[in-house]
């Protein structure tokens, strides 16, 4: 699944400062700490215990290279964030993330899997188009969607997304 030289795997323990470091380095180089703005440490480890968190790894010298944080709600498995370093394959690491989210959403039988309107990739199209999720217009959002992004926001102290991007599983 992953990329030559990478390996897709679970969060380990110790790794949240790496992760949180790395999350800044995409927010500036996105330049998007407008709708993602920084959060402190201990703010960004509430935000992963909460969450399954997916690491990409390079397998030769063990660095991280980005991360997906996921996980159930209701029968929706949601995808927080992704987020890949700027300076590695973000293409092709953003496919391998959202590859095994997916898997783990079918295998706990989640009906749908989503996401909240990603930050401006470099890559074109975005890896959740050429995945196959729909956009969801913030107006078709049920009630407990709402909630579910409501909170979202509020952990990672950003504003609601005018939508979300849902792909049927």
């Known amino acids: 699944m992953a990329p030559k030289g ?20 995409v927010l500036m180089a996105a330049i998007d700490t407008a709708t993602a703005p920084a959060i402190s440490l201990s703010d960004f480890v509430t935000f992963l215990v909460t969450r399954e968190i997916y690491v990409a790894e390079e397998k030769a010298t063990g660095e991280i290279a980005g991360y997906a944080a996921a996980g159930g709600w209701i029968d929706l498995y949601w995808i927080s964030e992704i987020m890949v370093d700027p300076d590695r394959p973000q293409a092709s690491l953003e496919d391998a993330l959202l590859v095994c989210v997916t898997e783990r959403a079918r295998w706990f039988h989640h009906r749908a899997i989503a996401l909240r309107a990603p930050l401006d990739s470099q890559v074109d199209p975005p890896s959740h188009v050429r995945h196959g999720f729909m956009k969801v217009s913030r107006k078709d959002w049920t009630p407990s969607i709402e909630e579910m992004v409501a909170e979202e926001a509020n952990a990672l102290k950003t504003s609601l997304p005018r939508a979300i991007h849902v792909k049927w599983l």
């Open 6 to 25: 990478y390996r897709i795997r679970m969060m380990e323990p110790g790794e949240a400062p790496a992760l949180h470091a790395l999350r800044g380095r």
